[in-house]
Structure formats: C-alpha cells, structure tokens
C-alpha cells in the first residue's frame, strides 16, 4: 500500500466552485506539504505544517487554505477555482528527525475550466 | 536566499550514452542536497542524497558528489537506458535557524530527460 495518498487523482471543475483535495499518509510524520507543479516552473510550495497545530504560508499560498485535521491527514482547498489554479498538486511528508528528505504521493491532477 | 539552478532541458541521449546534468546551489549553512526523479505520470521519488561536503550519494547507477567548494551536486550516470527518461529535480534542505534541524526543501525547475533506442 502506497505510504502517502492523495484523493482525488484527477478533478475537472469550473470557474468559481469550491474544491476540496486530501492527502493522508501512513509514515507517522510529523511534517507535511502542499506543493503545486506547471510546466517549466518546477514545484512552488503552497502551504506546510510541522504539526497539527502549525500551519504555514509557502511560496505561493494565495487563493488556497489549509487544514491539517490530524497528523495523518493535510487538506488543501481553493475557495474559488479559477482557471490559473489549472495545476499538478503534490503533497509530501517529512520526518523532522531527519534530514529534510520528503515524500511524495502521486498527486492530484487539477483543470478549472 | 537558498536557491537552485540546474541545467536546462530536455536532454536527448541515445540509449548507453553518458549522463551529466548539472546542478548548484546556493544556501547558507549546512544543506543536504537531493536528486528526485519523476516518471511520467507519478509523484516525485528520490534518487539519492548526501548529507555533507563530498558525500557521493548513488543509486540505479546514478552518482553525485556533494561539491562544497563549487556548491554543486552533479547527477552522472555512465550508461543510460531508455527506463531512464523522465525528469530529474535537483533540492536542498534549508537548515532551520533553531535547533539544526532540517526545514523545507528547495527545488530546482527540473530537467526532462528522453532516452532513444
């Protein structure tokens, strides 16, 4: 079984909706991460949590929200898609014990129309 | 601030070619430095690390050396295969301002890789 899940796999919505992604991970790691991936621009941090009480801003966390609901579980929302949010979404955990290796699920593929 | 910069892509070999895709950073500190790669269609794996200046990390015939007088980590593979396409990401681990430990990893654009038979 895969150590860090992502729901959906693929979403297709419009303009305005309100879109909920999850990642939930078995590794028992503390530290988890939103990341977001276009063409030629690598990845850009959205948002990043070091425990279920401590949510920070990224790189790039404008038009998204968080919510870490447990240790295992890290949920990105866009309140208002719009079509610029057209993206692959990564999320990553960590182990603070170490030494900053993160990995990775296999990522959400997003297009707002 | 920490940053990455790699060699720009895609990268075209034939199939038993050898591999160099440059790598350097810059960062204060103590970073640990990464390659992931990146297989069409999926997440992000790690290839290989190394966690101080001239550590060699390896793997799947891959190496790189952590080059702290030229703060680079070249990824070298002497013999490419068509298995091997994808995109390759170099990273470095910003060190935290309190407690040494590690924080969020910084990532270069990536490099795409095709291999042909």
């Known amino acids: 079984d895969a150590d860090v899940t992502q729901t959906p796999r693929n979403r297709i919505t419009k303009t305005g909706k309100r879109i909920m992604l999850e990642c939930s991970q078995t590794k028992g790691h503390d530290r988890m991460y939103w990341y977001r991936q276009d063409p030629g621009l690598g990845l850009r941090l959205i948002y990043y949590s070091f425990d279920v009480k401590d949510i920070n801003k990224g790189e790039i966390s404008d038009g998204y929200s968080v919510s870490r609901q447990a240790q295992a579980k890290f949920s990105l929302s866009l309140e208002s898609a719009i079509p610029n949010q057209t993206a692959l979404y990564f999320c990553a955990t960590s182990d603070f014990r170490g030494i900053g290796e993160q990995f990775f699920g296999p990522g959400t593929r997003l297009t707002v129309l | 601030g920490n940053s990455v910069t790699q060699m720009e892509g895609p990268v075209t070999l034939s199939e038993e070619a050898f591999l160099t895709i440059n790598c350097t950073y810059t960062a204060t500190g103590y970073p640990s430095l990464f390659w992931y790669v990146q297989y069409p269609g999926e997440g992000l794996q790690l290839l290989l690390k190394a966690t101080k200046a001239d550590d060699k990390g390896s793997n799947k015939g891959f190496e790189a050396t952590y080059r702290k007088e030229t703060t680079s980590f070249h990824l070298e593979k002497g013999s490419v295969q068509v298995s091997d396409s994808a995109v390759y990401f170099c990273?470095?681990?910003?060190?935290?301002?309190?407690?040494?430990?590690?924080?969020?990893?910084?990532f270069g654009k990536g490099t795409k890789l095709s291999v042909k038979p």
């Open positions: 990273a470095l681990s910003e060190e935290m301002n309190y407690g040494g430990s590690q924080g969020n990893l910084i």
